[in-house]
């Protein structure tokens, strides 16, 4: 077991499952509560293109594929705000031309190997150089940078476009941002997991989350944890049976999902009796014309986004009541957890 350790490439292997582990999963969960858990497949068929070039200019890989998954990702929500009935074909034909397109460039280029090829599809930890642990160490910083920062901000988009225009947010601008996240996202995964499963790793931690959690922030956390336990299991398991690290991660967060489908029923059970022994709940969720002047008043942008989150509860007038949620959700994510 401790043989696993000492290959450079296996030290290298493991620092991009951690950081793969933690971002994918960062991104996928505004994926997720805006319904959009295939964004990051189509980006990474787009992302094929962006190696090919890469190939073909000898250039580093990783970075034309930024370029490329970036002027997809923008392209992509475009067509989406716009709202066009047509607008699935035109996807459609991103996806495919994009791995149309970057098949052709990898043929025409002198390092057209089938062997460098799949490991971009599907994942290796035999081709994670030190140039690309920078690269993916670089990007990785930028997209917890951007979820953890802004996460407010994406949050109140994420989940009501319209709530977020009203308070003054700028959502055109978030909704790109987050694309172009998701686009960076697709890129620093690639190498690890593979540009067909790339979309698995942001969905299936969040998907297992939300079996057992019941607001944003602890989903959140706790799809990133299932996303860095996974990988890095993924990464010793692949090494050890010699099979490609993407499958086997992929596979070991679907196992963990119906790992926690399965708990998740005997805690609803045991809550909904809770919550039956013990009557009505205190209602700590902002209700239909509340006010108030803080920035944690229900009134507020601040204190409602706040509210929704199920960071900063706020409780309701003296007096009030509501029935409690019903078992297994939340006031505070029944958004998420649809």
């Not at 970075?63 to 009935?85: D, H």
Request: net charge neutral.
């Amino acid at each position: 077991m401790i043989e696993m350790f000492q290959p450079d490439f296996m030290q290298r292997a493991f620092l991009a499952a951690v950081l793969v582990g933690v971002t994918a999963p960062s991104i996928g969960i505004y994926l997720v509560q805006r319904r959009q858990a295939l964004m990051g497949d189509g980006i990474g068929h787009v992302a094929l293109t962006g190696v090919g070039l890469g190939f073909l200019f000898q250039a580093n890989p990783m970075w034309t594929a930024v370029l490329v998954c970036v002027l997809g990702a923008v392209v992509m929500e475009l067509v989406r705000a716009r709202g066009n009935q047509r607008g699935d074909i035109a996807l459609a034909m991103l996806f495919y031309g994009g791995m149309a397109g970057g098949k052709l460039l990898v043929s025409m280029s002198s390092q057209s190997g089938a062997g460098s090829l799949e490991s971009y599809l599907w994942g290796s930890i035999l081709f994670v150089s030190p140039s690309d642990l920078a690269v993916i160490g670089l990007l990785a910083a930028v997209v917890l940078a951007v979820t953890v920062g802004l996460r407010r901000q994406l949050f109140a988009v994420c989940q009501d476009e319209e709530f977020a225009r009203v308070t003054g947010l700028p959502v055109r601008v978030l909704n790109l941002l987050l694309a172009v996240m998701a686009a960076v996202t697709v890129t620093v995964a690639m190498r690890v997991v593979g540009l067909l499963l790339v979309s698995a790793l942001m969905v299936v931690p969040v998907a297992a989350a939300q079996q057992l959690t019941r607001s944003f922030a602890a989903t959140q956390a706790t799809a990133i944890g299932v996303g860095v336990v996974t990988a890095l299991f993924g990464v010793g398991t692949s090494y050890q049976a010699d099979l490609p690290s993407g499958p086997t991660i992929v596979f070991l967060a679907i196992l963990t999902f119906a790992l926690f489908s399965a708990i998740a029923a005997p805690l609803a059970r045991r809550r909904h009796r809770a919550s039956a022994e013990h009557g009505p709940a205190v209602c700590d969720v902002a209700l239909p014309g509340a006010t108030g002047n803080s920035p944690g008043d229900p009134g507020t942008a601040e204190g409602r986004i706040a509210v929704l989150e199920g960071t900063e509860p706020v409780r309701a007038p003296a007096g009030t009541t509501v029935d409690a949620p019903p078992s297994g959700e939340s006031l505070s994510s029944r958004g998420l957890a649809q």
